[in-house]
């Protein structure tokens, strides 16, 4: 079974970094692209940061020029580093992957638990 785990959440200053891991594990033939979401209390998940296999990147106007996603295809983990944070990055961020598990199989998504980022104004 394929398994993503991230890590790396806490509290931080307003102004303050993060640098959140995701690492995908178990039976995985090909990552296609990996992804962060967040989900602010009260507010639907929202897309933040993508990158594809041939590192294609985009990002949410919210986050543009003060996040930075990554990944190490070796690894198969993604890396979100997040700088001049601010009040509103607050809340539960999520890593996903499109991966097939098998040779010819489809890709499907997969999604982490989520860790908490909570930024003090």
């Known amino acids: 079974q394929v398994q993503l785990v991230e890590s790396g959440g806490g509290l931080v200053q307003a102004g303050g970094s993060l640098r959140l891991s995701c690492v995908a594990s178990?039976?995985?033939?090909?990552?296609?692209?990996m992804g962060w979401y967040r989900q602010a209390p009260g507010k639907q998940r929202e897309w933040v940061a993508d990158?594809?296999?041939?590192?294609?990147?985009n990002y949410a106007d919210s986050v543009k020029g003060r996040f930075t996603i990554s990944r190490d295809n070796a690894k198969n983990a993604s890396y979100l580093e997040m700088n001049s944070l601010k009040f509103e990055d607050t809340g539960v961020y999520y890593c996903?992957?499109?991966?097939?598990?098998?040779?010819?199989?489809?890709?499907?998504?997969?999604w982490g638990q989520g860790t908490q980022v909570t930024v003090s104004s």
């Open positions: 996903n992957a499109d991966l097939a598990e098998q040779p010819l199989h489809p890709v499907w998504t997969y």
């Open positions: 990158i594809t296999s041939h590192n294609s990147i």
């Open positions: 178990g039976n995985i033939f090909r990552i296609a692209a």
